[in-house]
């Protein structure tokens, strides 16, 4: 009987067991997520799509990548100081780790667009719907390898996502020729990097809305104004100078390319929606984000307006006051150069109306004092240009990384400007019509228009000026004085030593490897078949 | 039918009696005649059994001719063939030999003498003859082949346990922790005095049974439990004084303002611009600057930790309960600093039926920790220890006003003065913990027994901090709070079936096969904030903040199955083998690898029981060879690795944030188990009835390591998991246990480890770009090797390119590194390994003596040629740009052209290469960790026993360091240990503890 009943029990607690153990075997190990998207669960609908876009976005507004686009700015010398000496004291090599981010990030956002370009073009929605977000994303990404072509000359051109990890991994020493092939390790000539970004943006142009500056969702978002007018930036490019990253020197570019670039400048003159704001300091005010001299911008918002801080910038903190000079911060990370300053005041005057928003020249202090700059700490005018609707006393909101400001990629002025460069590469002596641009910038600045008769080389030299005086800290002084030609004597005008900067290399030193950037120790490590451009 | 079915049943079983028994009374006593309560009494060859009650009493109903077995734990077993007799009187005899100990073995347990792997005990006496405050504290030194590094001397700071070396590069390297059969991975919670016996499993033959997970090592812990017998109370307190005794001796204020103003010039500062000018209070004269501020003083207090511990137990036949309380208050050296920990725990068991019973273990712990903002952990340059380095000591702690000053060296402004830190920032991280497990057992046939189990660990963890406006940060921002939320939920459950026996007296076997489940659960959550009105409101009322940070939440679960099984086979207790397999299940691999099979073998042979040693039984009691091999893996690595992922990517359009994702990690459907394959010999010999001696060898290889490798950065897609790579450990250790003299009156009992492991990496991927080399040991690290100070214009010209510039740019007084490969270029194949924090070898002496009721127990531990990266140091050492204080001994001491045999280098240099010669160190020491001297009081009324102790910690190192302390361990992982890098200062402690049982 004992026994009996003890098999009852063992039954009974077996049941039990096999209750704890709820689960059956392979269903159990079935790694279950709560917090993020996996592809089984997303891309479904338009919604899902249109995250997907902005994803993309996302990436030019990370800060590993938007600041580090201005710091070549300082390699010329307008500017000093971005988060170390690096640049502008031309220490900088093939392990210097802020081109590894640059290079690394650009092709993050590069990724993110080519993982959301087939999702688009998959989806059911319909066809001029889609091909609104696809221009978009595809503007986007020629953005991208535009700028990085201008750094780095040659670079894999990766187009699609890796199949598996396989196709990701790094190639074993040894490895295959064949292995090389792959896109994500083949070194691409700039030619055929040109050829690309441009079929990208001729499509991406066809095929996006016109600027509206209707709020909403038109805020910030890729318009075809921003196609065009990147699509003549590299024309001039191709039209400038090219570094020859396989000899070395400087080399004539397609002089072609001139006109290409004045006719689409010149699309954007007689019909878009675009203009030039009236008052220079109203286009870089945070409440006036957005405006209708911004062709493309990337698109910031404080936490006065969201809420959160999460999608805040950092504008403020790295161009505002620096330092040791009024705040007991030391990360603010650009000040100006003074030989710089100095050229621009010596060549116009105050009767410039954008010294006064490009500089902080002198503020009244904490006891009702005014400071001015010229010694002590305040060595230099601070650079003023991104935050000059802040208010100077105001020590937290100079220290803010949430700043709303959206820093400008292309803007109208811009456009003008190359307007006037294109036409005067593109023809003869200058006419009326090549004038019409740069007057246009001189007149809102405050500053006598240039009249006929002109040399050609005479309106090269005051587009040049103008372009520094119009365009400098926002990202393009690098990029210009290496279309032109001038970055070794761009570098010489305007060493200074004012500031403490000790340059690594006395000046005969420098040559022109620094036209181009190096290719990173890390990516030829990895990939073994990239050649280094020469020089470096 | 059922009728015949239920006679066979009967008959195959056979434990129906069909023939009269006689009933049997008797009492049992150990030698001194004192009742022994408890004692199973059993008839041979049945299942039939009874347990003797308080009064030592038994009653069984049995007949003449069977034998009785009597058994219980730490007495030989006694039998008796019945005669005649009725009434029985049995004298049990100790055991003084440790070797029939029970010891825990996974999923079961063991007589110590069965052993055939590398298994490790240490007794509850062990674990508290130290003052210490968690589990990891401990073991130190107690077991051979375990290593404990402090992580933080802080108050609840943690430490690491390595067993037998790294297996592991990105994997953890921690081993499991079983406590009453509830896996966990941490156990600082648990009070050290409610632990009855510690078991630590090394090899894979013993550590196969817990398969994916056994790869590191096994800790199991099996906690105090109720036992038959009079209730009994015991109570233990203890009082520790903890002081800080030596610091960095860092400059004065008059010093630094004199160095920094030196360095000023040197760099090219123009007289008239100086900042030591006399301009203000913070920024006085050289001249003017006296002793200044010693930050370091301004932070240190004396600690104090108060500990309690209360136990009640009793047990009747059907049931066993044990209760304690136990509390610990701790100080910190650094104010502000305080961690305290209460924990009541319940252990009940009883036997509903013979064949029935059950039972719970219950832990529920309360922790809370408040920083002093010390940075635990992190291995960065933040936190107060590294303030008070970084706060120019000319500095006051006030300003005229009251409030708290700034940093003001140029470079280090945004610092924060640590006193302020100590004094009025919040960090407090608060615990509640559940660790229990419900159980019943089943013996439904003699032999067998069926355990079911569920149970596991919930945790809930919230940690607040409070910026408050006084900080600079919080200043700035108008208070900033933060808090975060996480719950934890881990879960078991397991079912084994135990099948033991012995044939003829010569066979015996024991097997135990189950299934079990385990899933876990993390979910967390944060909130942050900033500008308050009021600083009074803390991290408590969040909603009265004007700006909220992005909210945050998430949420992510594991789950393992897993099918295990083990024979043990004894022959004449001299032949003993052991075999077994487990087959683990794991969510956190890819799609066809959530499997891996581990299994191990291992056999002993005792030599001595053999004929032919008997003649040499005086000289070598016993002898013992073991050997054994097995496969255990490692799943320790985060969750979602093998799938696809996105991630949240917002961005503002408009005036309102909208979603966006971007694609996260890479799909990899063939990630699987890291396996390490170990084979293990030992010896286990007592000579002359004074040593013992445990030696063992071992060789450990770790394949399919899991390890986080770069993908093609043009993928968009930085690094993966993937299984690559293999590493490999090889080690001795060796424990000696000498009864130096042994006297009634006079003990002397000496215990020696030696433990010596070699790590070796066999094969990795993109090494060209790790710090890390093939050939070479987990942790070692490449740089450049220091060349001496560049001493004039020559040698600087001999340190230059073809273009004559210098490398790196130096100048004269700045150090050279050596050009291995003469090209005038420092790149990476100038580069050599620098640094190796592996030691050659780790040693523990534990002398203890007793005279009558005296003792006293010292224990050293060592570690010998192992090095130390000085982080801390190359701070205060720093010449080239001078951003914090700085060490006295460069007064004096740097390089200039008339001190051309200065130990630093020059002041105001660019960047040169002393780090190796100057900041890596011969990090080897030998401690003095632990002097205790005791006192048993004599046996008085109620009073069982009374004992009172007067012990001292880290009472002096002998070491070449120049650090504070050479057992450190600022950064833990397994790539990066021995790094100092403002190591919260080691304390010297004094402790007086009281016991008392009754």
Known sequence: ?536 | MKLKLFVFLLSCFGAVPLWSQSTISGSITDEQNQPLPGVNVTIKGTSIGVAADFDGNFTINAEQGQTLVFSSIGFENEELVLGSQRTLSIVMIENTSSLDEIVLIGYGTARKSDLTGAISSVSSEDLTIRPVQSVGQAIQGQATGVQVRTNSAAPGGGTSVVIRGQNSVNSGSAPLFVVDGIPLTNIDNISVEDIESLEVLKDASSTAIYGSRGANGVILIKTKTGKIGKPKVSYSTRLTIENVTSDHNLMNGKEFAEIFTAWELAGGTDPSNLFYDGSSAVRPLPSEAGEGTDWFDEIIRTGLIRNHQINFSSGSETSRTSVSLNYTDHEGVIKGGDYSRMGIRLANSMDITPWLSTGVNLFVTHENQNSSGENTNSGSNTGTVNQVIKMSPALPIFNDDGTFTANNLPGAQGIENPVAVVSDLLDETRDWDIIGNFYITLNPFKNVSFKTSLGGDWNNRKRGQYNPTTTITGGLLGGSANILNRNTSHIVNENILSYSNSFNDKHRLDAVGGVTYEEQTVEEFSVSATDFFTDAFGYDNIDAAGVFGQPFSSKNKWQLLSYLGRVNYAFDNKYLLSAVARYDGSSRFGDGNKWGFFPAVSGAWVVSSEGFMENTENVINRLKLRAGWGRTGNQNIGVQQSLATFNVANYPVGTSIESGVVAGGLANTNLQWETTTSTNIGIDVSLFNMFDITAEYYQKTTTDLLLDVALIETSGTSEALLNTGELQNNGFEISVNTRVINTDNFKFNLKTDLFVNRNEIVSLVGDATQAWKIGNPLGATRGYVSDGIIQNQAELDAFSDENGVPINGLTIGEEKAIDFNNDGVLDIDDQRITFDPNPDFSYAISPSFSYKNISLDLFFYGVEGNQINNQTAAQFLSTNIIRNNLSADLIGNYWTPENPDATYPRLAGSNGFHSQRLFIEDGSFLRLQNIRLGFTLPQLGLFESTSIYFSAQNVFTITDYSGLDPDVNSTPGNNSFGVDRNSFPVPKSYTIGFQVNF
Request: net charge negative.
């Open chain 1, 1 to 536: 009987m004992k026994n009996r009943k003890n098999m009852k029990n063992l039954s009974l607690l077996l049941g039990l067991a096999l209750t704890f153990l709820t689960v059956s075997c392979d269903d159990a190990l079935e790694e279950e997520v709560f917090d993020s998207v996996t592809p089984a669960n997303f891309f479904q609908t338009e919604a899902d799509v249109e995250v997907g876009v902005l994803g993309v976005y996302d990436g030019l507004q990370n800060n590993s990548y938007w600041y580090r686009q201005f710091m070549t700015e300082a390699l010329p010398g307008s500017v000093g100081h971005f988060w170390n000496e690096t640049f502008n004291s031309l220490n900088y090599n093939n392990s210097t780790g802020n081109l590894w981010i640059m290079w690394e990030q650009s092709y993050n956002i590069i990724a993110n667009a080519n993982a959301v370009i087939p999702v688009i073009e998959t989806s059911s929605l319909e066809e001029d719907v889609k091909n609104g977000y696809l221009a978009e994303v595809r503007y986007l990404r020629a953005l991208v390898y535009f700028n990085m072509v201008r750094w780095y000359g040659q670079m894999p051109l990766v187009t699609t996502v890796p199949e598996t990890i396989d196709e990701a991994t790094v190639p074993q020493e040894g490895a295959d020729e064949s292995v090389f092939e792959s896109q994500f390790l083949k070194q691409v000539d700039r030619e055929d990097i040109y050829t690309f970004i441009i079929e990208e943006l001729q499509w991406a142009e066809a095929n996006l809305a016109e600027a509206t500056f209707s709020g909403g969702v038109d805020n910030g978002r890729a318009r075809k104004g921003a196609a065009t007018a990147l699509l003549a930036k590299v024309y001039l490019t191709q039209a400038g100078y090219q570094y020859n990253y396989s000899s070395g020197g400087l080399e004539q570019g397609d002089g072609s390319k001139w006109a290409m670039a004045a006719q689409k400048t010149q699309e954007l003159i007689d019909n878009s929606p675009y203009s030039l704001e009236p008052n220079f300091e109203d286009i870089f005010k945070n409440e006036n984000d957005n405006n209708e001299e911004v062709i493309f911008s990337i698109q910031y918002l404080e936490s006065a307006i969201t809420g959160v801080t999460s999608e805040g910038g950092q504008t403020v903190a790295r161009f505002g006051i620096r330092g040791s000079d009024i705040t007991p911060f030391s990360w603010k990370q650009a000040f100006s150069n003074l030989s710089f300053y100095e050229s621009w005041v010596d060549a116009n005057g105050e009767d410039d109306k954008r010294l006064n928003t490009t500089y902080l020249r002198s503020y009244i202090d904490g006891d009702g004092n005014e400071v001015t700059y010229g010694g002590g700490n305040f060595i230099r005018p601070h650079l003023w240009k991104f935050v000059s609707d802040v208010d100077v006393s105001d020590i937290s909101a100079l220290n803010a990384t949430d700043y709303g400001d959206n820093p400008i990629y292309m803007r109208y002025a811009d456009v003008l400007l190359m307007n006037s460069e294109a036409l005067n590469e593109a023809g003869g002596t200058p006419a009326a019509e090549t004038l019409y641009g740069i007057n246009a910038v001189r007149v809102r600045a405050g500053q006598p228009e240039i009249t006929l008769p002109i040399s050609k080389e005479d309106l090269r030299e005051a587009i040049w000026k103008e372009r520094k005086w119009e365009l400098c800290y926002e990202g393009h002084y690098f990029f210009d004085s290496q279309r032109t030609g001038r970055l070794l004597d761009e570098i010489a005008l305007n060493w200074d030593e004012s500031g403490g900067t000790v340059r690594a290399f006395p000046l005969d030193v420098i040559d022109e490897k620094y036209y181009i950037l190096p290719i990173h120790f890390n990516a030829i490590s990895a990939n073994p078949s990239l050649d280094q451009n020469a020089g470096w």
